[in-house]
């Protein structure tokens, strides 16, 4: 009997820990995160190697908690969060590979460009500035030219657009005289008589 509740124990007490501590993929975890959560698959079985069930929870409690108190930590401390997890690496600045950052990474420029290419950058030549974010992933900001346009941006361009058309029909009119119905409406008189 003690064969079929203890894994169901541990393995109940697992997911509850590792939901706990959030749902992450491992390319988007920091250092500690994945140092606590590789710990806890190792100690969740213990209880099967006959180290108990009890001392395995408070173990596994105790690598929460602490995984808790680091993320605490990195919120309220700048420091804390640089010395934890690192900063993040610009890799690109300006459209020019920063080939010396890349070398500390352990990158190459295929594997920077591989990146580039699943983020849908064709060329390196648009980017502002892209970087190696501490859990992995790429950040980048592309050069204005190179940005795709926003609804925002081509509403702001329509209402200038339409202003300008506006502002030259207004040009217009008072170039080529009054508006043709203002002499219906007995508002133009502007035209010599033997005209009118």
């Known amino acids: 009997m003690k064969l079929l509740w203890e894994p169901l124990i541990v393995l109940i007490a697992g997911l ?6 959030g749902r992450k993929a491992i390319a988007q975890m920091t250092m500690p995160q994945l140092i606590v959560m590789l710990s806890l698959g190792t100690i969740l079985v213990q209880p099967i190697a006959h180290k108990g069930v009890v001392q395995t929870l408070v173990v596994v409690g105790i690598f929460v908690v602490t995984l808790f108190l680091l993320e605490y930590l990195q919120m309220k401390i700048n420091g804390a969060e640089t010395i934890l997890t690192g900063k993040s690496k610009v890799v690109v ?15 190459s420029v ?3 460009e591989t990146r580039l290419r699943l983020n849908g950058i064709s060329k390196v030549d648009d980017i502002k500035t892209a ?5 992995g ?17 081509f509403k702001k361009l329509m209402d200038e657009y339409m202003l300008g058309v506006k502002e030259s029909q207004t040009t217009g009119q008072k170039s080529n005289g009054a508006n043709i119905f203002d002499e ?3 508002e133009n008189n502007d035209h010599p008589k033997y005209l009118q």
Request: aromatic share 4%; charged share 35%.
């Open 110 to 112: 295929d594997q920077l």
């Open 16 to 21: 509850f820990l590792l939901k706990v501590t």
């Open 131 to 135: 970087t190696i974010e501490p859990n």
């Open 137 to 153: 992933e790429l950040g980048y900001e592309l050069k204005d030219e190179a940005k795709p346009l926003t609804k925002k941006e």
């Open 184 to 186: 219906i409406q007995g």
């Open 93 to 107: 600045q300006n459209g020019t590979i920063n080939v010396p950052e890349l070398r500390k990474l352990r990158m």
